[in-house]
């Protein structure tokens, strides 16, 4: 079904006809259909035009075929309006007990949450920026985001569309209560770093709601709706009903099951006091706006305390309750609610939350804290300036914790080498020769960021050096100057990580991997020598020359083998010469508080990023980076006389 809604906005009756016109993936027209109307003067209705697409190619996130649909008034020979809505075909389907299926195929959601900046660029995101990260997304084996936690802009859910991406749309962070933003204590404030969109949710949440859905439901990527977000730390009564805050319940909030009963703790519910607004009444209103505006997509919450939440009513209100970080409540929620279902979605970046997923059918997946870093949440930790949690840090580039997504969601064989000193690593030598844990376990409970590695092969001889490797490899062997460190299993290793201890010397570490019996894999890293040279690359050599397009260089310092320097910070100055401007430089650190619009910086990890936009006229840009007497040949980006491939 089509809906139009139609307006005659002459003074006098009109007598039309709306033509929809539908076309494949291949831009073949598949149906056509035609509805004559009459309306009076600056009378509105409502058109449903009903059309059949035979045989349908599915919309799927590893196949994401997208259709049109051109509408368009036609009045006698004059064309009034033409109106172009993208969408998609497909399925889908929760079950409580197998979990989710897309177009009839069981799939986990790899999700991660997204924040709505893209680092040095601000909130203001260019598409290629956009583009960039959620290839690098893809390559992870992520199909899915949530957009935390507000509505995120159009033109990242087209995307999301084009590549293939699952997208929960998350409507609000606060309803009738505000956060407190100093962690979200029972105090509360009014000044001015406290206030948020409850001073506005009471006039507008309706309108927000609703405005946001339809700009957003022919998406094909959209398949939830989320009304909130950990909303229970609002709501007082919520938080003291499960005495997990009583001062003699022992245990750790994250780890440990609640104190009391599902029916202990809805006593203790009931007996709180509601307070001026009540949580299960507010959350059934949202869903019931909802549901009038879309029944195809089920309803679903970010619950941080689903202990209460599942019986309170608030559950009752959802179709799927989201758990964040709440993976001990899975199995004890499922069994007091079976026909309810459950899933993450906001869980540790750890192998630890993506285990209890693959061991329970019933949770359909999960959205990892976070895909890519952002700005904010330092907590009083100058000069940090982002939480240094994802698995792509704030300028785009990978980080170790990438590599142990990738061998844990792509079939294809993975293998990555990182390094540390032993006394700054988890681990230690146990009497036996065995790299240990110093603290048996601590993998199970490891937090947002990841435990400090290196990915360079440089210390100081001698130096007892912690190899870690990231592998889906069944069997890995290590080397160290061509002799071998010995081989390990990859069901040996609870934790998912290969481990080797050995005293640095200078050479070459190298990798080799087995995987499924008969696939190889391989990965060298080389000790550096003093930067002889700066290498730079582009990911796009031509851009638009429409003022938004943009591309993203990447400065890498090398030694004279051109062999990548990793463990040096210096200033690299860069030069852009042409037709494009300089939107800004980072260096991916989360201490990084340098100037972002400048020409230069002190790089990390022996890198640094500069994103040039183009301008308005045609011609060629080169782009040039220096540091000290270092220089790197020149990067030309043709700037060409036509639309760009991001901007429509």
């Not at 299926?101 to 956009?130: M, Q, R, S, Y």
């Not at 001073?199 to 946001?212: C, N």
Request: aromatic share 10%; net charge negative.
């Amino acid at each position: 079904e089509i809906d139009i809604r139609v307006k005659n906005a002459f003074l006098e009756r009109k007598t039309a006809v709306i033509r929809t016109t539908c076309f494949d993936p291949n831009n073949n027209e598949v149906i056509a259909v035609e509805t004559p109307i009459s309306l009076d003067a600056q009378q509105e209705t409502m058109v449903t035009q009903t059309a059949v697409i035979p045989t349908p190619k599915l919309w799927h996130v590893d196949q994401p075929n997208r259709y049109r649909a051109v509408t368009y008034l036609k009045e006698d020979d004059t064309f009034h309006e033409i109106y172009e809505t993208p969408f998609g075909i497909r399925t889908t389907h929760f079950d409580v007990d197998e979990g989710f299926f897309l177009n009839g195929e069981n799939t986990l959601i790899k999700g991660v949450c997204l924040d709505h900046d893209g680092g040095l660029v601000g909130t203001a995101v260019p598409d290629g920026v956009w583009r960039q990260r959620l290839t690098t997304l893809k390559e992870m084996g992520c199909n899915a985001i949530r957009m935390a936690h507000n509505p995120s802009s159009e033109a990242l859910l087209n995307l999301c569309d084009e590549m293939g991406f699952l997208v929960q749309v998350e409507f609000f962070d606060e309803w009738n209560n505000p956060k407190d933003k100093r962690l979200n204590n029972i105090d509360r404030h009014d000044d001015e770093i406290s206030r948020g969109y409850a001073e506005h949710f009471q006039e507008w949440a309706e309108s927000d709601l609703k405005r946001t859905m339809l700009r957003d439901r022919n998406h094909p990527c959209v398949f939830q709706w989320s009304i909130g977000n950990e909303i229970e730390w609002t709501f007082l009564r919520h938080k003291m009903a499960t005495g997990y805050f009583d001062a003699n319940t022992p245990g750790n909030y994250f780890w440990a099951l609640p104190p009391y009963s599902f029916a202990d703790i809805q006593e203790r519910y009931e007996e709180l006091p509601k307070g001026q607004h009540v949580l299960e009444k507010t959350a059934r209103q949202l869903a019931t706006w909802t549901r009038e505006m879309d029944s195809t997509r089920l309803v679903i919450a970010n619950c941080i305390l689903p202990s209460v939440s599942l019986g309170s009513g608030y559950a009752d209100a959802l179709d799927v309750v989201g758990f964040s970080y709440r993976q001990v409540m899975y199995d004890a929620s499922h069994e007091a609610f079976p026909d309810k279902g459950i899933m993450g979605t906001e869980n540790l970046g750890q192998w630890h939350e993506w285990m209890h997923v693959i061991e329970r059918p019933f949770i359909s997946g999960l959205f990892f804290w976070t895909g890519i870093g952002y700005m904010g949440e330092s907590h009083d930790k100058w000069p940090q300036k982002a939480l240094p949690s994802g698995f792509i840090d704030v300028a785009g580039f990978k980080k170790p914790s990438f590599y142990l997504m990738k061998s844990l969601w792509q079939e294809d064989p993975v293998i990555h080498l990182t390094t540390q000193t032993l006394d700054t690593s988890p681990y230690l030598v146990d009497e036996n020769g065995a790299v240990v844990e110093k603290e048996p376990g601590a993998w199970r409970q490891r937090l947002w960021v990841w435990h400090d590695v290196n990915e360079h092969w440089n210390y100081k001889p001698g130096v007892v050096t912690a190899i870690e490797l990231y592998s889906n490899c069944d069997e890995v062997e290590m080397f160290v100057n061509g002799r071998s460190l010995g081989s390990q299993l990859l069901k040996d290793q609870e934790d998912r990580i290969f481990k080797w201890v050995v005293p640095f010397e200078p050479g070459t570490l190298e990798a080799r991997g087995v995987y499924n019996n008969d696939q190889q894999a391989a990965m060298m890293i080389q000790t550096a020598a003093e930067p002889a040279a700066l290498q730079v690359t582009s990911d796009r050599l031509a851009l638009a020359a429409d003022g938004y397009d943009v591309a993203r260089l990447v400065a890498q310092l090398v030694d004279a083998n051109g062999h990548p320097v990793k463990h040096l910070e210096q200033e690299i100055v860069f030069t852009v010469n042409g037709n494009c401007r300089i939107l800004g430089v980072d260096n991916g650190s989360p201490q990084n508080v340098q100037d972002y619009q400048t020409d230069r910086l002190t790089i990390s990890q022996g890198r640094a990023l500069l994103i040039v936009q183009a301008g308005n006229v045609g011609g060629e840009t080169a782009v040039t980076a220096t540091s000290g007497s270092l220089s790197s040949l020149p990067v030309k980006i043709t700037i060409e006389d036509k639309s760009s491939p991001y901007s429509e």
